[in-house]
């Protein structure tokens, strides 16, 4: 058979066709495929921050500019080519890309090395003019995802800065200056609106380099500015300040938001310049800032910052507060983590037996949580060694909180000191009754059965005996939130395991000496001798018995002359009285006159529940709302 050649006309129509593929440049074909939406989210939301790729944004840009293969190869071209096309026609979008494409650049650097600072820096440098230079046109609409992972690039590119500036151990100097792609940046400081110096500033970290654990809830904030953890330690020259004598003298431990504003350009000797100010902000006072004549939310971490400071402070067990009371000599009393603002309501936490002001940390750390909350009031913790008497207990919270008096409000006239809020949860609401009832002869003759001017004492001992039993009312205490309280008693106390814990406390030698003094006092009265037990000291769980004189006395006190609420603990349900909460029952927690009862379905441990930290929330609202509207008081916040 003959091979037969193609024909001609075989022959064009494969010639045209070859030439029609040509020009269409092989695109291949056009069409769609199916994905999983977590996929296609996925990819959509894929960017430098979260991998080692560009965004879909960023390489478009590289595509329309025909750059893809320039940055694979020669990344810092591509860098100087984008620097070109803001020079010559800027736009918001080319911003953008500069910025990730920086970031990238950073990312891929040498950890710490001078090439990641200048990179980082320029970022957030592209970044902040993405969002706030308004000559870029109009304003990204805030339903744009890009605004949100731009400020998210501005944070972590200035996040990446501020973690190569203390690894170096870089310091700040009058006339700081760093370098950037665009020439140099000229630091200032700005804002510092921090209650102390920033000289005393001793380590920082920024609160993305850790992930709190043990609390439940991880209170933060998004939007500008960079979350520190800022660790203080005050200067060791000189007195400690009056103002400081409740904060710890040895470390303090603050959250606190950076924000490094841009604030414009020059030229110096024929180097751009651009000008930028160091601000540092307590977003436990503001949460917003102005920038450009517009209020923008701050990024806040306080979760991560109370997590840092609880695994560096050596805080002792609240088993060894209750045995061994001599332990916690040096440590009783107010603790405030923050330095006293006159603009906001002290609210006093005291922990109950067995325990200390770690037990308030779930609480706290969701207070924080509210920003009216947060902006409006300051925490304190009351800390005492839970197996000395609970009368002596009251006395030494009576006497902190006048102490505090005298140095934040010596003229007795500051509305916001004056409406404090006294939080107790177990043996600690029993000390917070105390506060606000009164003492005097009454509490004297039915505790001791003879009147106190018939007892020969020393002028030390009478003072002693006075500032436990005779006492006023405080009149800047303006409300009590009693938590699981056993107002009369608990029967947990009189059972073999309290009688043991009791047998087992060590109270200080220093007030079991002035103690026994005083009862060998009493033995020469024959009237005392049935009544009380003259060699033994009561300790913080014989006050909890039922049939002792300190429940029956104390439940019988007048408490109408504030508003108090209770939080009770019911092991079977919630909101429904009656039953126990292993320690306490509904019937020794019940107060016939609170102004709120609310019951959740926990054991003693009430205060840490979710339920219970809700009310707590409430009543706090409650106070500002009332406490506003009797006076007319404004609340500051910003």
Same mark, same amino acid.
């Given at each position: 058979?003959?091979?037969?050649?193609?024909?001609?006309?075989?022959?064009?129509?494969?010639?045209?066709?070859?030439?029609?593929?040509?020009?269409?440049?092989?695109?291949?074909?056009?069409?769609?495929?199916?994905?999983?939406?977590?996929?296609?989210?996925?990819?959509?939301?894929?960017?430098?921050?979260?991998?080692?790729?560009?965004?879909?944004?960023?390489?478009?840009?590289?595509?329309?500019?025909?750059?893809?293969?320039?940055?694979?190869?020669?990344?810092?071209?591509?860098?100087?080519?984008?620097?070109?096309?803001?020079?010559?026609?800027?736009?918001?979008?080319?911003?953008?890309?500069?910025?990730?494409?920086?970031?990238?650049?950073?990312?891929?650097?040498?950890?710490?090395?001078?090439?990641?600072?200048?990179?980082?820096?320029?970022?957030?440098? *592209?970044?902040?003019?993405?969002?706030?230079?308004?000559?870029?046109?109009?304003?990204?609409?805030?339903?744009?995802?890009?605004?949100?992972?731009?400020?998210?690039?501005?944070?972590?590119?200035?996040?990446?800065?501020?973690?190569? *500036?203390?690894?170096?151990?870089?310091?700040?100097?009058?006339?700081?200056?760093?370098?950037?792609?665009?020439?140099?940046?000229?630091?200032?400081?700005?804002?510092?609106?921090?209650?102390?110096?920033?000289?005393?500033?001793?380590?920082?970290?920024?609160?993305?380099?850790?992930?709190?654990?043990?609390?439940?809830?991880?209170?933060?904030?998004?939007?500008?500015?960079?979350?520190?953890?800022?660790?203080?330690?005050?200067?060791?020259?000189?007195?400690?300040?009056?103002?400081?004598?409740?904060?710890?003298?040895?470390?303090?431990?603050?959250?606190?938001?950076?924000?490094?504003?841009?604030?414009?350009?020059?030229?110096?000797?024929?180097?751009?310049?651009?000008?930028?100010?160091?601000?540092?902000?307590?977003?436990?006072?503001?949460?917003?800032?102005?920038?450009?004549?517009?209020?923008?939310?701050?990024?806040?971490?306080?979760?991560?910052?109370?997590?840092?400071?609880?695994?560096?402070?050596?805080?002792?067990?609240?088993?060894?507060?209750?045995?061994?009371?001599?332990?916690?000599?040096?440590?009783?009393?107010?603790?405030?983590?923050?330095?006293?603002?006159?603009?906001?309501?002290?609210?006093?936490?005291?922990?109950?037996?067995?325990?200390?002001?770690?037990?308030?940390?779930?609480?706290?750390?969701?207070?924080?949580?509210?920003?009216?909350?947060?902006?409006?009031?300051?925490?304190?913790?009351?800390?005492?060694?839970?197996?000395?008497?609970?009368?002596?207990?009251?006395?030494?919270?009576?006497?902190?909180?006048?102490?505090?008096?005298?140095?934040?409000?010596?003229?007795?006239?500051?509305?916001?000191?004056?409406?404090?809020?006294?939080?107790?949860?177990?043996?600690?609401?029993?000390?917070?009754?105390?506060?606000?009832?009164?003492?005097?002869?009454?509490?004297?003759?039915?505790?001791?059965?003879?009147?106190?001017?018939?007892?020969?004492?020393?002028?030390?001992?009478?003072?002693?005996?006075?500032?436990?039993?005779?006492?006023?009312?405080?009149?800047?205490?303006?409300?009590?939130?009693?938590?699981?309280?056993?107002?009369?008693?608990?029967?947990?106390?009189?059972?073999?395991?309290?009688?043991?814990?009791?047998?087992?406390?060590?109270?200080?030698?220093?007030?079991?000496?002035?103690?026994?003094?005083?009862?060998?006092?009493?033995?020469?009265?024959?009237?005392?001798?049935?009544?009380?037990?003259?060699?033994?000291?009561?300790?913080?769980?014989?006050?909890?018995?039922?049939?002792?004189?300190?429940?029956?006395?104390?439940?019988?006190?007048?408490?109408?002359?504030?508003?108090?609420?209770?939080?009770?603990?019911?092991?079977?349900?919630?909101?429904?009285?009656?039953?126990?909460?292993?320690?306490?029952?509904?019937?020794?927690?019940?107060?016939?006159?609170?102004?709120?009862?609310?019951?959740?379905?926990?054991?003693?441990?009430?205060?840490?529940?979710?339920?219970?930290?809700?009310?707590?929330?409430?009543?706090?609202?409650?106070?500002?709302?009332?406490?506003?509207?009797?006076?007319?008081?404004?609340?500051?916040?910003?």
């Amino acid at each position: 058979m003959k091979n037969r050649r193609p024909s001609f006309f075989f022959l064009r129509i494969c010639a045209i066709l070859i030439v029609f593929g040509l020009l269409s440049g092989c695109a291949g074909k056009v069409g769609v495929k199916p994905v999983s939406l977590d996929k296609r989210f996925e990819d959509m939301n894929r960017s430098a921050l979260n991998s080692d790729s560009l965004s879909e944004k960023t390489q478009m840009f590289l595509r329309q500019h025909d750059l893809v293969e320039t940055w694979s190869k020669r990344p810092d071209s591509v860098l100087e080519e984008g620097e070109r096309f803001l020079r010559e026609k800027p736009k918001r979008e080319t911003l953008f890309c500069m910025m990730e494409l920086c970031f990238l650049r950073a990312k891929k650097s040498a950890p710490s090395s001078m090439d990641a600072f200048k990179f980082y820096l320029s970022a957030a440098y *592209y970044a902040y003019t993405y969002l706030f230079d308004d000559e870029m046109g109009s304003t990204p609409s805030a339903y744009n995802p890009h605004s949100r992972l731009v400020c998210d690039f501005y944070n972590r590119s200035l996040a990446g800065c501020l973690v190569i *500036y203390r690894d170096k151990g870089m310091r700040y100097q009058k006339d700081f200056r760093a370098p950037m792609l665009r020439g140099q940046v000229a630091v200032t400081m700005g804002r510092r609106e921090t209650n102390w110096d920033p000289q005393e500033l001793k380590h920082f970290y920024i609160a993305y380099e850790f992930e709190p654990l043990g609390l439940e809830n991880h209170v933060k904030s998004y939007g500008i500015g960079v979350p520190v953890i800022a660790v203080r330690v005050p200067h060791s020259s000189g007195q400690q300040a009056a103002s400081d004598r409740f904060l710890s003298k040895l470390r303090q431990t603050y959250a606190v938001t950076a924000l490094l504003r841009f604030t414009g350009s020059a030229n110096e000797g024929g180097t751009p310049l651009i000008r930028a100010e160091f601000d540092i902000y307590d977003p436990m006072d503001r949460h917003k800032v102005d920038i450009g004549g517009r209020k923008v939310p701050l990024e806040t971490d306080f979760t991560t910052p109370l997590a840092y400071m609880i695994e560096n402070t050596s805080m002792p067990g609240g088993i060894t507060g209750l045995l061994r009371g001599e332990s916690w000599e040096d440590r009783q009393g107010l603790h405030m983590l923050q330095p006293y603002d006159p603009n906001k309501i002290p609210v006093v936490f005291v922990h109950g037996l067995m325990s200390s002001p770690e037990t308030w940390l779930s609480m706290f750390n969701s207070l924080l949580a509210d920003t009216r909350i947060r902006q409006s009031y300051q925490f304190w913790f009351f800390m005492y060694p839970t197996g000395n008497p609970i009368a002596y207990s009251a006395s030494m919270l009576r006497e902190s909180l006048k102490e505090a008096q005298e140095i934040f409000d010596p003229e007795l006239n500051n509305p916001n000191f004056n409406r404090m809020v006294l939080v107790g949860h177990s043996m600690g609401g029993l000390l917070s009754k105390m506060m606000i009832m009164k003492g005097g002869e009454e509490l004297w003759n039915e505790t001791i059965g003879v009147p106190f001017d018939e007892i020969e004492l020393t002028e030390e001992q009478r003072a002693y005996l006075k500032r436990i039993f005779f006492f006023e009312p405080l009149p800047f205490v303006s409300r009590v939130i009693f938590i699981a309280v056993p107002h009369k008693g608990s029967y947990w106390a009189d059972r073999s395991i309290g009688r043991l814990g009791a047998y087992l406390v060590k109270l200080p030698v220093t007030m079991v000496k002035k103690s026994f003094g005083i009862l060998t006092a009493l033995a020469k009265n024959e009237k005392l001798k049935t009544k009380l037990q003259l060699d033994k000291i009561a300790t913080g769980i014989d006050g909890l018995r039922p049939e002792s004189s300190f429940v029956i006395i104390t439940n019988k006190a007048d408490l109408s002359a504030i508003p108090f609420h209770s939080i009770i603990g019911n092991q079977e349900a919630a909101d429904t009285p009656g039953g126990s909460d292993g320690v306490v029952p509904y019937e020794s927690s019940h107060l016939d006159d609170a102004l709120s009862e609310k019951i959740v379905r926990s054991g003693h441990s009430a205060h840490r529940h979710p339920l219970a930290i809700l009310e707590v929330t409430r009543i706090l609202e409650q106070h500002l709302d009332e406490t506003g509207k009797q006076e007319g008081v404004v609340i500051s916040g910003r």
